[in-house]
């Protein structure tokens, strides 16, 4: 099975830049989420998706931050402007439904993250 | 208060040896919980689920304590690929979504 498909898998940017990260959950995966995780800390939600709506951006910047999943897929996440904060790794997650996310070791039923966009603001 | 707190380490352990850590979780209403392996530069992993009774994978036991509102992970005869970031990870039941801790990093040592 194929896992979450990230991309780019770096990105060096200049501060006040726009940049977007792009996701591809695992097929038939019904949530999806984009976490940040600055060095040194945990992942930190951002958004939830489930199919192409929005569950859960309580902690989305969104004065500069923003996201979509129009046809309940893909999804891309993007930061305009960029601050020297916004440095970090986004990791994108996928779960068939909110229901089994995270529960027990099936890949098929837990979250499972992509490798994560890793992003410096210069 | 942060919602899922954690020594950030490093726990430094001999190989062969036993580490044991926290976590603790603010949200009483959380219903599940699970501690993540994540190694240097790559993404978080489930390790395991962490249940009432307790459980055990291999050298790795489990531990909740809800009336104290903390997990647990032990590791025993620790062996040097365990040398990781351990994430706990606290699921509410309102909107399912994953909560996690700073995390603990281990470094398991010849």
């Known amino acids: 099975e194929a896992g979450v498909a990230q991309s780019p898998r770096y990105k060096i940017i200049e501060k006040r830049q726009s940049v977007a990260f792009w996701c591809n959950p695992i097929s038939g995966h019904a949530t999806l989420y984009w976490y940040q995780q600055i060095l040194g800390q945990g992942p930190k939600l951002l958004i939830q998706?489930?199919?192409?709506?929005?569950?859960?951006d309580s902690q989305l910047p969104k004065d500069r931050f923003s996201a979509e999943r129009l046809k309940g897929v893909d999804s891309t996440l993007k930061i305009q402007p960029a601050k020297l904060e916004d440095s970090a790794v986004y990791l994108c997650a996928s779960s068939p439904n909110p229901a089994r996310a995270g529960t027990g070791g099936d890949p098929s039923y837990g979250y499972t993250f992509g490798s994560g966009t890793r992003l410096t603001v210069v | 208060r942060k919602e899922v707190e954690q020594d950030p380490g490093p726990f430094n352990v001999p190989e062969g040896a036993t580490v044991a850590f926290n976590c603790t979780y603010s949200n009483s209403a959380s219903q599940s919980f699970f501690w993540y392996r994540q190694d240097c530069r790559k993404e978080p992993k489930l390790l395991m689920s962490?249940?009432?009774s307790g459980n055990e994978d291999g050298r790795f036991t489990a531990q909740l304590n809800r009336a104290s509102q903390y997990i647990s992970l032990l590791i025993r005869d620790s062996k040097l690929s365990d040398s990781a970031t351990y994430l706990c990870v606290v699921n509410l039941a309102a909107g399912n979504k994953l909560t996690f801790g700073g995390g603990t990093r281990v470094l398991v040592k010849p």
């Open positions: 998706f489930q199919n192409n709506g929005v569950v859960d």
């Open positions: 962490v249940y009432s």
